[in-house]
T-cell receptor, first 114, second 115 residues
């Protein structure tokens, strides 16, 4: 039973345009959400997070939106750059403790074309 | 250190052999996590530690897998009598104690190949 789903396995975007990556979850106990970026043969790198008390969090070119009623979050990258090409993982945890495990989606491969 | 370190980078074992993986968390981080990624699919949580104590082991297979985090030593994940299905990349992550919500920082992973 996948509690976190990324339904698009891949996304191709032109450099300079917006990339929108989507993530859905089923567990209503999740209250902390994170996006990680992963290059081949490396570990995931933390990008941005959002807690369930917010609906938007912005950090430079990256913005995460959370729609709790729809159990949906999205990552916007504007403007997209070729260096953003990587696999992006959405993750969620039941908060309240920094030791709580993360539940990951299956990832979306983003390709930004020059 | 400032990064999570994992050794070895690659490990090849024959079926039935033992495999031992190591992780040094970021200095000052109190939580350590182990995840398994099979065939580039999603990450499966195995176990977490708060300092040297097991915090959550709900993802650990009951047989063959064990893990430790001892003071002044790297954490370890050991697989006794490896099976073909154990072939995966094993990631270690660490996070700080402070606060209810903290991102986990990941190491580069150890690729285990069981032949």
């Amino acid at each position: 039973d996948q509690q976190v789903k990324q339904n698009s396995p891949s996304l191709s975007v032109q450099e300079g345009r917006i990339s929108i990556l989507n993530c859905d979850y089923t567990n209503s106990m999740f209250d902390y959400f994170l996006w990680y970026k992963k290059y081949p043969a490396e570990g995931p790198t933390f990008l941005i997070s959002i807690s369930s008390i917010k609906d938007k969090n912005e950090d430079g070119r990256f913005t995460v939106f959370l729609n709790k009623s729809a159990k949906h979050l999205s990552l916007h990258i504007v403007p997209s750059q070729p260096g953003d090409s990587a696999v992006y993982f959405c993750a969620a945890s039941e908060g309240g403790n920094a030791g709580n495990m993360l539940t990951f989606g299956g990832g979306t491969r983003l390709m930004v074309k020059p | 250190g400032e990064e999570v370190a994992q050794t070895p980078k690659h490990l090849v074992r024959g079926e039935g052999q033992k495999a031992k993986l190591y992780c040094a968390p970021i200095k000052g981080h109190s939580y350590v996590f182990w995840y398994q990624q099979v065939l580039k699919n999603e990450f499966k949580f195995l176990i977490s530690f708060q300092n040297e104590n097991v915090f959550d082991e709900t993802g650990m297979p009951k047989e063959r897998f064990s893990a430790k985090c001892l003071p002044n030593s790297p954490c370890s994940l050991e697989i006794q009598a490896t099976k073909l299905e154990d072939s995966a990349v094993y990631f270690c992550a660490s996070s700080q104690l402070a606060g209810s919500y903290n991102e986990q920082f990941f190491g580069p992973g150890t690729r285990l190949t069981v032949l």
